[in-house]
């Protein structure tokens, strides 16, 4: 099984400031199907980013995913008020699916 | 409108048995891998059961195996999962997802499944 982590736990941060998460695997992510996913209070997730590094359809370009491997990040280059909410990193290379336990972007 | 809508959440006892629906709309349900991910109340999400396009693969997490079963009907364009030997730590919302290999892009709202005496 895949162990994902993410730090940091809890990421204070102001609107327009940069926020850069961290998501770490336990042994490497085959083909680094990796995704990334946001999700506010009371709704479901949506996916942001596909493949470690692929926009997905209507995401705004202030949000990028990067690394290879057993590293990867998101960053979000200037937050916007509606940027802060809970973020989960998900491989999908192999079974069990596993996601990683969250980030927290909450505002300063 | 592309969408998937759960049914079938409540509340049972511990052992019981539910049977949770997702009703698919508005895209080739017959064509895509489909998950069941769950998330107990306050906390992360997790993978549960994945199927393949005609039902001839499956896989699930360690936590539910033997317990649960996913399954599909392309005929009605749905997915179910069936529940049962229901213990306190599978009280969470219960959300269909799918999207285009194992990756999961569209996802219903969820429902709620809470297991208390």
């Known amino acids: 099984e895949i162990v994902l982590t993410q730090s940091p736990g809890t990421l204070s941060l102001s609107p327009g400031e940069r926020a850069t998460l961290s998501c770490r695997a336990s042994q490497s992510v085959g083909r680094n199907f990796l995704g990334w996913y946001q999700q506010k209070p009371g709704q479901a997730p949506r996916l942001l980013i596909f493949?470690?590094?692929s926009r997905a359809t209507g995401i705004p370009d202030r949000f990028s995913g990067g690394g290879s491997g057993t590293d990867f990040t998101l960053t979000i280059s200037r937050l916007e008020p509606e940027d802060f909410a809970v973020y989960y990193c998900q491989q999908y290379a192999s079974s069990p699916l596993t996601f990683g336990g969250g980030t927290k972007v909450e505002i300063k | 409108d592309v969408q998937l809508v759960e049914s079938g959440g409540g509340l049972v006892q511990p052992g019981g048995s539910l049977r949770l629906s997702c009703a698919a709309s508005?895209?080739?349900?017959?064509?895509?891998?489909m998950n069941w991910v769950r998330q107990a109340p306050g906390k992360g999400l997790e993978w549960v059961a994945i199927?393949?396009?005609?039902?001839?693969?499956?896989y699930y997490v360690d936590s539910v195996k033997g317990r649960f079963t996913i399954s599909r009907d392309n005929a009605k364009n749905s997915l179910y999962l069936q529940m049962n030997s229901l213990r306190a730590e599978d009280t969470a919302v219960y959300y269909c997802a799918g999207g285009e290999g194992w990756l999961t892009i569209l996802w219903g709202q969820g429902t709620l499944v809470t297991v208390s005496s």
């Open positions: 199927i393949k396009q005609d039902g001839s693969e499956k």
């Open positions: 508005g895209f080739t349900f017959s064509s895509h891998w």
């Open positions: 493949h470690a590094s």
